[in-house]
């Protein structure tokens, strides 16, 4: 009776106080962690679709990007013309993209540049797929961060056949291929910046 | 009486909300509300790769193994084969046996033996020269730049042929590696239409009666040079049926056999063919696809004295041998593209005369 006398109203204020304090203490140390984003590895991806489908967005906040320092600028770019299009133009029928979202420039003969809209783009990884195969594998997918909502548990990465989402700070939230001209399909690396903001032609000059 | 129509009751009800419950998570849970890819957003290339499940004139014989790390080139000469991986050039006596490691500062892209045996091994843009037991002989650096990528090389009498995919061009050095000509760079005086290399691979070879072919990969073909750089005769096949060439840029590798015949090597798809070099009529494939499951998986093709076909394959670290079987059928219905029973021509002789067709797919 005298044990429960003692642990009165006041030792209880103090304790909840004590465990108020604890737990804004955490809080302010928690911030100062980075948040986290979703972002896709393109080395394991395997092209399979999905982010096109699986994004609670739509269209999908997952998008094509074109690295242009490893891009060939192909008069035939297999990623931009559909397989066995008897001309190599803008034409609709000739365009593999199913939303026509790849813009091809003419630079100098005989090179193109390829740009994304990335509005019109819907993830579906065709060109990227096309890209690797018969070109140089300068077309991948990123999730475009200010698209994406970021959800607690991703959708595209639950359904993902590679296990290619992961999560990366937001300092950096974009892996974007090198361009090492060892390998067409290089080793990724980090950046704050979006990998499109690397676009330019190819220089001529040695 | 009340009591036996509740123990009625209850089981149906029990099983009737089990039913329900599993239902109910099957429904939330068990199955995905996202539609999965239809076929208008998948780029299948099974049809493509269906084309060369043909019956072949060769078969794959055996492969030589490699303690190589990253092995990237391969050359034959004097009866032997040599194969350049990282920091080193390993040699391969007659019986497939190693004889010989030469040590080499780098990776080489591309290497070649002199009948001397002299070895001249390539490097992104510098030329090491070895004698014949490795020791260091010289370096060509002079001439290259920083955008150079040298991606083959070759060896013919007092010539030394090197490719840079990085400049599209290709350097005739004598060899003591003085620059002697230019060749392949556009020039419209002279019918050069220029190397496009929109990636980093350019192959050259020296058949046997002398003739330098150098493939053109943008152009998806190859053109005949001659020392001084003036071009002979050229042909491209952009197609994406068996006896043509797919992708950016094919061939990726060439060699030729002791009667003259073109070896082609490709990427993307990977397949090996054997073409009339002077007509560029497909004559049949030796590999196709369904052997290499990984693209861009062969670094290099040669072809030995024997006539065997070596292929340097990165992924088994191998160089894997195709020879021809030994009641081999006479594949007359695999020349000139007879898949379709449609003969292609679109080879330019440049003698004035210029001669062009073009009826295989794409334009260009």
């Known amino acids: 009776m005298n044990e429960q006398v003692a642990f009165d109203r006041r030792d209880f204020i103090r304790g909840a106080a004590a465990v108020a304090f604890a737990g804004a203490a955490y809080t302010a140390v928690g911030d100062k962690t980075e948040q986290l984003v979703w972002q896709l590895d393109p080395n394991k991806c395997t092209q399979c679709g999905r982010c096109s ?3 609670v967005l739509n269209p999908s906040a997952v998008k094509c990007m074109n690295q242009f320092n490893i891009c060939g600028y192909c008069d ?11 001309e190599r133009d803008t034409g609709a ?5 199913p939303t026509a979202a790849i813009k091809r420039t003419y630079i100098e003969e005989p090179y193109y540049e390829y740009v994304i809209d990335e509005k019109r783009c819907i993830g579906c990884a065709k060109c990227v797929k096309a890209c690797l195969v018969f070109g140089n ?19 595209i990465a639950k359904a993902c056949p590679s296990d290619a989402f992961r999560r990366v700070p937001a300092s950096t939230p974009y892996i974007y291929l090198t361009g090492d001209i060892e390998s067409t399909k290089s080793q990724p690396s980090s950046s704050s910046q979006p990998p499109q903001a690397t676009l330019g032609p190819k220089s001529e000059t040695s | 009486m009340n009591e036996s129509v509740r123990q009625l009751k209850r089981p149906w009800l029990a099983g009737a909300a089990l039913v329900i419950v599993a239902a109910a998570y099957f429904f939330l849970l068990g199955s995905s509300r996202y539609p999965e890819p239809g076929p208008n957003i998948e780029y299948n290339i099974q049809a493509f790769e269906d084309l060369d499940k043909i019956e072949t004139q060769f078969e794959e014989k055996g492969s030589i193994s490699l303690n190589v790390e990253n092995p990237r080139a391969l050359a034959v000469g004097q009866g032997k084969i040599y194969v350049a ?3 080193s050039v390993v040699v391969f006596g007659e019986n497939d046996q190693e004889t010989a490691r030469f040590s080499v500062e780098g990776t080489p892209n591309c290497v070649a033996a002199a009948s001397d045996g002299t070895v001249y091994a390539g490097m992104p843009r510098r030329v090491v020269v070895l004698d014949d037991h490795g020791a ?3 370096e060509w650096s002079n001439d290259f730049v920083s955008r150079s990528y040298l991606t083959s090389i070759a060896v013919n009498g007092s010539d030394v042929y090197v490719a840079d995919a990085g400049k599209r061009v290709v350097y005739r050095f004598d060899r003591k590696g003085a620059l002697q000509t230019r060749i392949g760079e556009k020039d419209a005086s002279r019918d050069v239409p220029g190397i496009e290399a929109p990636s980093p691979y350019l192959d050259l070879a020296v058949n046997n009666d002398g003739e330098l072919w150098v493939v053109n990969p943008g152009k998806l073909g190859l053109e005949q040079y001659r020392s001084d750089g003036s071009i002979v005769t050229s042909w ?3 197609s994406l049926k068996l006896d043509g060439f797919p992708g950016c840029c094919n061939p990726t590798h060439i060699a030729f056999n002791s009667k003259g015949e073109l070896i082609t090597c490709e990427k993307g798809l990977v397949r090996v063919k054997k073409y009339e070099v002077t007509s560029g009529d497909f004559e049949g494939l030796v590999a196709g696809s369904k052997l290499f499951p990984q693209e861009q998986s062969l670094r ?16 088994r670290n191998a160089v894997r041998v195709f020879t021809r079987k030994e009641s081999s059928p006479q594949l007359s219905n695999q020349r000139h593209g007879s898949l379709d029973g449609k003969r292609y021509i679109s080879r330019t002789v440049h003698t004035g005369d210029e001669l062009e067709e073009n009826d295989h797919g794409f334009t260009g």
């Open chain 2, 136 to 138: 260091l002989q010289s």
């Open chain 1, 53 to 55: 489908t699986h994004c």
């Open chain 1, 137 to 155: 594998a300068s077309f991948y997918l990123q999730i475009r961060q200010d698209v994406c909502i970021n959800c607690n548990e991703c959708s």
């Open chain 1, 76 to 86: 035939l770019c297999f990623g931009y013309l559909q397989p066995g299009s008897r």
């Open chain 1, 93 to 97: 029928e000739n365009q593999l993209c």
């Open chain 2, 236 to 238: 491209y096949r952009p």
């Open chain 2, 85 to 87: 991986g990282k920091d």
């Open chain 2, 300 to 315: 290099d093709i040669a072809v030995d004295s024997r006539d065997r076909i070596l292929a340097l394959d990165a992924q």
